[in-house]
């Protein structure tokens, strides 16, 4: 980019509480903010200020306009709202504007959009009218042309008739001399130049130019957020931006949209309130990704520490469909776990054993019980 003729600095200054700032845009409702810092960084925006010349019909017309440029994005300028001071260029460390210019140039050809229609508009009013003059000269030269040959014709005639010899000679010079004047190629090559003429005589030039460029800066403050839910501790790296008003930094763990409500999720995820589920056994919050196990069963939508794997048919689910066997720990489903006809409990299906008494299966303990019994019984027989 060329350089404009002048650079300048502007600083805004805010004197509002940053940290209540970002707490009235974003929130943390089933977890605690335990600890809150920030630091500042320069944010910037950039103001480029141009003179457009027009330059048309031997005069030139220049304009200023200023646009400014924000994010990447021209935006409506107005530094009126903002306390501003003279910046110092020793303060910040400028980063590279170049494509910032380009925007601006690009939207500056938006601008001017309108001046130039309206000027290359007139300038084709004005070649047309000139354009038609033009024609109009040469058909009535042609014509005067074509009129003073049949007036000849029409003497030439009468001078015939006559017999006048030495007038029909004078005529027929005449004649002569008339179609030399009268060369119709040259006449064509004048139109042309004539018209060409005219065409570059209300031709519109424009040039813009940079005039001045103003950066403006301003902080931008980045927090660090410590934030607990019961043991879980999470934390975040956040921004603030005073003057877009916006918070960066934000991102649901399960969907990645932007967040302002915060929920963390019982495995420590950091949810939207749309991403966020409850366990239908144990009732505490969960984000999507966390509650992907279903009972086999009763198809409720459980957490990891609901969710049971029967040992038997290696099926999940939840801990209301299943039964843990005192004896060997493992868990069984409830279709296959077995109910001991004796003591009535859920039961282990490998360990049952068939009674001596009945010859019905029970389980191992009523199994060693009744051993047990018999073998009192014997000895008291
Ligand atoms: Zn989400
Ligand atoms: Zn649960
Ligand atoms: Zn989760
Ligand atoms: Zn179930
Ligand atoms: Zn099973
Ligand atoms: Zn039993």
């Keep these: 980019m060329e ?9 805004i200054n805010f004197s509002v509480s940053p940290s209540d700032e970002l707490m009235k845009r974003i929130s943390f409702p089933n977890s605690e903010i ?13 103001r480029f200020q141009f003179e457009t010349c027009f330059d048309y019909l031997g005069k030139k017309e220049r304009v200023t306009n200023a646009v400014y440029i924000f994010n990447g994005k021209p935006i409506r300028g107005d530094l009126s709202e903002y306390s501003v001071t003279e910046g110092n260029e020793k303060e910040v460390k400028l980063p590279d504007y170049k494509n910032d210019y380009f925007i ?11 001046k130039t229609n309206e000027i290359s508009r007139m300038l084709k009013n004005y070649l047309e009218k000139e354009k038609e003059k033009i024609e109009e000269s040469f058909v009535s030269e042609t014509k005067r042309f074509r009129n003073d040959l049949n007036s000849i014709a029409e003497k030439l005639m009468e001078f015939s008739k006559s017999g006048d010899i030495e007038k029909i000679r004078e005529q027929k010079k005449l004649i002569n001399s008339l179609r030399e004047k009268m060369n119709f190629d040259e006449i064509e090559k004048d139109k042309t130049r004539a018209l060409q003429l005219e065409n570059q005589k209300h031709l519109l030039n424009i040039e813009n130019k940079l005039v001045k460029m103003t950066i403006i800066y301003y902080p931008v403050y980045v927090f660090s957020l410590d934030i607990f839910k019961g043991n879980i501790k999470k934390s975040f790296t956040v921004q603030y931006d005073p003057i877009s008003e916006t918070v960066l930094g934000l991102a649901c763990e399960s969907c990645s949209d932007e967040i302002k409500e915060v929920v963390i999720c019982n495995s420590g995820h950091a949810v939207c309130k749309y991403c966020t589920r409850v366990c239908d056994s144990c009732k505490k919050e969960f984000c999507k990704k966390c509650l992907r196990n279903s009972c086999d069963i009763c198809s409720k939508k459980i ?4 969710s049971v794997r029967c040992f038997r048919c290696s099926r999940v689910v939840c801990k209301d469909h299943a039964r843990q066997d005192k004896l060997s720990g493992y868990f069984y489903c409830r279709d296959c776990s077995k109910r001991c006809d004796k003591c009535g409990d859920f039961k282990d299906p490998f360990t049952f054993k068939v009674s001596k008494r009945n010859n019905k299966e029970i389980c191992e303990d009523c199994f060693r019980e009744e051993t047990r019994e018999s073998i009192v019984g014997g000895i008291f027989e």
């Design 3 to 11: 350089g404009p003729e002048e650079k300048s600095f502007l600083k």
């Design 34 to 46: 335990k600890r809150i810092a920030f630091k500042e960084k320069p944010g910037f925006f950039y």
């Design 104 to 114: 601006a140039k690009e939207e500056l050809k938006k601008l001017v959009q309108g």
């Design 303 to 306: 957490c990891k520490d609901c």
